[in-house]
C-alpha cells in the first residue's frame, strides 16, 4: 500500500470525498481519513491496512481492547473507530430498507433481523409499527446478555411513542442456537406487555430467532 505522501492530492482520501462522495472510497481509505494521520514509524496507510484486515476478521464488531493491539491506534483512535459503528448502528443499520413492510405473522419479520441471527452476543430489537400493521422503525435497544436490568420498558418504549406506534414486535436472537424461551424471556415479556397496555401501545408479539429458525412466543401461548 502506498504512503500518504507518495499519492497525488488529488487522489488522496479528503479530497476524494469532497470531491466525489464517501462511496467513492475504498474501506482502507475510509479508515485512513478517520485516523487522520499515522504514528512514528508507521504511515497512516499502513496502519489504516491493519485495521481493515481486523475489521474483516471482525465481520464489523469491532472489540476496543483487539484494536488497541494493533500498532498505531492508541486509546483515542480506538474509541473514536468504536463510536463511529455505534453511530452508523444507530442511524443507518435499524431501519434502513424496512419502512413500510406489512407484518401479519411472524415468518414475516425474520428479513428485518436476518443479519443477527448468527451474532455471538444477543440483540434486543424492538419494531414499531402503525395501525395498518406497517413497519415503521426497527432499533435495537440492548446488545449483551438479556435480562431485566438490560431490557427496561422504558427503553423499549421511549421510541415507539415518537413514532407515534400503534403496536410493537420484539425480537431477540439466542446465540446458544437453543429457540427455548427461558423463563426470563417469558417474564420480560409480560412486563412489556403490562408497560405498553398503560401506554396504549400492543405488544404483538415477542420473537426469538436463531440462524436454523424462530420462535414465536404468542404462538407458543405465552402471552
Known sequence: MKKMRDIPDHDRPREKLAARGPQSLT??????????????????????GDVKQYLDNAKGNPSYDALLVIEGIGAAKACEIMACFELGRRYLADDEGVAGSRITKPDEVLP??????????EYFFCITLNGAGEVIRRRVVTIGILN????????????????????????????????????????????????????????LDHIIVTKKGYVSLKELGHM
Open 27 to 48: 474501506n482502507a481509505e475510509l479508515i485512513a481519513l478517520l485516523l487522520g494521520r499515522g504514528v512514528k514509524g508507521r504511515d497512516v496507510s499502513q496502519i489504516a
Open 112 to 121: 428485518l433481523v436476518s443479519e443477527w441471527r448468527d451474532k455471538k452476543q
Open 148 to 203: 431485566q436490568s438490560l431490557v427496561h420498558p422504558r427503553e423499549v418504549f421511549a421510541e415507539a411513542i415518537t413514532d407515534r406506534a400503534a403496536s410493537v414486535i420484539l425480537v431477540h436472537n439466542h446465540p446458544s442456537g437453543t429457540l427455548d424461551p427461558s423463563t426470563q424471556d417469558i417474564s420480560i415479556t409480560r412486563q412489556l406487555i403490562e408497560a405498553g397496555s398503560i401506554l396504549g401501545i400492543r405488544v
